[in-house]
C-alpha cells in the first residue's frame, strides 16, 4: 500500500472510472473513499474560510484535485481560472497592506517583534486593518502571551527638526498605531514638550508621513 497508489485511485474514482482488480483491493484496504470525503471537507473549509464557497460546487471532488487534469470540463476550468485571480488580487492586497504597515499575524506573539508577547483586544485587531477584520482576524490578533519586554525610553530632542525626525523615525519603527500617550511614553524629558506632540502629529499626518487608525496613528509608507 502505498500513497501514491492511493491517490491514484482516488483520481480514478473522480474522473469515475472503472477499477481493476488491483485498485480495487486498495480502494478497499486503503479506505480510499474515506480519503475522499476527508479531502472534499478540507477544500470545501478552505474555500469557506476564504469566503470563496460559491467556486466550491466546481471545484470540490472534481478530476484534478490532486493530479493535473488537463480534459477538465468548462466550468471547472473557469472555476479554477477564477480561483487564481482571487488569489493574485489578494496577494496583492495583502502586500499593500503590509506596505502600509498592517500586518495580519497568525501568532503575533512569536512573529512579530513590535508587539510580541503583547495581548490584543479585537477592537484594535480591526482598528489596524481599518475596520475590515474578520472572525478569524480578531482571534488570530487577540491571542495573549506573557507581558511584552518594557520600551526603553528615550530623551526627547530639543530642537523643532530633531523632534521631527524622531516622531518619523518612531512611526517608521513600529507597525502598531500610536496614540498620543504612547509616543510621550516612548521618552522621559521632562517638562511641557508633550503639550507640543498633537500639532507634531498633525503636521507629520498633513504631509502624507503618518495616517490615522483608530485613535492613533502609523506609518503611511
Same mark, same amino acid.
Given at each position: 500500500?502505498?500513497?501514491? &497508489?492511493?491517490?491514484?485511485?482516488?483520481? %480514478?474514482?473522480?474522473?469515475?472510472?472503472?477499477?481493476?482488480?488491483?485498485?480495487?483491493?486498495?480502494?478497499? *484496504?486503503?479506505?480510499?473513499?474515506?480519503?475522499?470525503?476527508?479531502?472534499?471537507?478540507?477544500?470545501?473549509?478552505?474555500?469557506?474560510?476564504?469566503?470563496?464557497?460559491?467556486?466550491?460546487?466546481?471545484?470540490?471532488?472534481?478530476?484534478?484535485?490532486?493530479?493535473?487534469?488537463?480534459?477538465? $470540463?468548462?466550468? *471547472?476550468?473557469?472555476?479554477?481560472?477564477?480561483?487564481?485571480?482571487?488569489?493574485?488580487?489578494?496577494?496583492?492586497?495583502?502586500?499593500?497592506?503590509?506596505?502600509?504597515?498592517?500586518?495580519?499575524?497568525?501568532?503575533?506573539?512569536?512573529?512579530?517583534?513590535?508587539?510580541?508577547?503583547?495581548?490584543?483586544?479585537?477592537?484594535?485587531?480591526?482598528?489596524?486593518?481599518? $475596520?475590515?477584520?474578520?472572525?478569524?482576524?480578531? *482571534?488570530? $490578533?487577540?491571542?495573549?502571551?506573557?507581558?511584552?519586554?518594557?520600551?526603553?525610553? %528615550?530623551?526627547?530632542?530639543?530642537?523643532?527638526?530633531?523632534?521631527?525626525?524622531?516622531?518619523?523615525?518612531?512611526?517608521?519603527?513600529?507597525?502598531?498605531?500610536?496614540?498620543?500617550?504612547?509616543?510621550?511614553?516612548?521618552?522621559?524629558?521632562?517638562?511641557?514638550?508633550?503639550?507640543?506632540?498633537?500639532?507634531?502629529? $498633525?503636521?507629520?499626518?498633513?504631509? &502624507? %508621513?503618518?495616517?490615522?487608525?483608530?485613535?492613533?496613528?502609523?506609518?503611511?509608507?
Amino acid at each position: 500500500m502505498t500513497l501514491t &497508489g492511493m491517490y491514484n485511485v482516488l483520481e %480514478q474514482l473522480r474522473r469515475g472510472a472503472s477499477l481493476n482488480a488491483k485498485e480495487k483491493a486498495i480502494h478497499e *484496504q486503503g479506505l480510499v473513499s474515506v480519503l475522499a470525503s476527508l479531502h472534499d471537507e478540507l477544500d470545501t473549509a478552505v474555500l469557506a474560510a476564504y469566503g470563496w464557497s460559491d467556486l466550491a460546487p466546481a471545484l470540490v471532488g472534481k478530476p484534478g484535485g490532486t493530479l493535473p487534469y488537463p480534459e477538465a $470540463g468548462e466550468a *471547472q476550468t473557469a472555476a479554477e481560472s477564477e480561483l487564481q485571480s482571487r488569489l493574485v488580487a489578494l496577494n496583492t492586497e495583502r502586500a499593500a497592506e503590509e506596505a502600509r504597515g498592517v500586518v495580519r499575524w497568525l501568532r503575533p506573539e512569536f512573529q512579530d517583534p513590535a508587539r510580541a508577547g503583547q495581548a490584543r483586544a479585537p477592537e484594535q485587531v480591526e482598528a489596524d486593518l481599518g $475596520g475590515d477584520a474578520d472572525a478569524g482576524d480578531l *482571534q488570530a $490578533g487577540a491571542l495573549a502571551a506573557k507581558p511584552a519586554k518594557a520600551v526603553a525610553k %528615550q530623551a526627547w530632542p530639543a530642537e523643532l527638526p530633531a523632534q521631527m525626525r524622531a516622531l518619523t523615525e518612531l512611526f517608521a519603527s513600529t507597525r502598531v498605531p500610536l496614540s498620543i500617550d504612547a509616543i510621550a511614553d516612548r521618552y522621559s524629558t521632562r517638562g511641557k514638550w508633550k503639550a507640543r506632540l498633537p500639532e507634531l502629529v $498633525g503636521t507629520l499626518e498633513a504631509i &502624507g %508621513q503618518i495616517r490615522s487608525v483608530g485613535n492613533g496613528w502609523i506609518t503611511a509608507r
